[in-house]
């Protein structure tokens, strides 16, 4: 079984960009490429400037206090990237679904891909597994896709620098 890659894919994308955003429309269409989305036109500013809102509308999804709150957040973002499913091939990826109209500017793919991959990660794992790194220091956004879901680190390294101020916190009490 092949399943569709939006949620997972999209809010990891969305993460990485939010977490160290773009400075150019060509280093977002260099991302976006690493990332494995075809871009089928030029990357402009105004590309940057409708993924830099998407970003925006997402990270507020990430801050929401509660699920109430999260879900009004992402049906909003939802609402304005309302398009009907459709069928898709690009040379050498095979049928898959788009959820947006055919032809639309990377900027604009990139709010509906994040509004709908959000929306996907969040009712298929929960509504808790999008958040903020657990370290004081570091306000990198993630996603949880831990088999628990209870990831609390945006990664290793964070959850090791978390560890070891535990550990020597503990020590000096000792």
Known sequence: MQLNPYGEDAVNLAADLANHPPESAVELADRCRAAGLTLERRVTADDLSRAQAALHAWEQI???????????????????AAAYPRLT????????????????????VLFTLFAVGTAMHLTGRGMHRLRRCEVLECDRAFADTSRTGRQRYCSHRCANRDAVRRHRARAAVA
């Open 62 to 80: 990430v801050d929401a206090t509660g699920e109430q709150e999260r879900a009004d957040l992402l049906n909003r973002m939802l609402a304005e």
């Open 89 to 108: 091939s690009h040379p050498g990826t095979g049928w898959h679904l788009h959820y947006r109209d055919a032809d639309q500017p990377l900027g604009s």
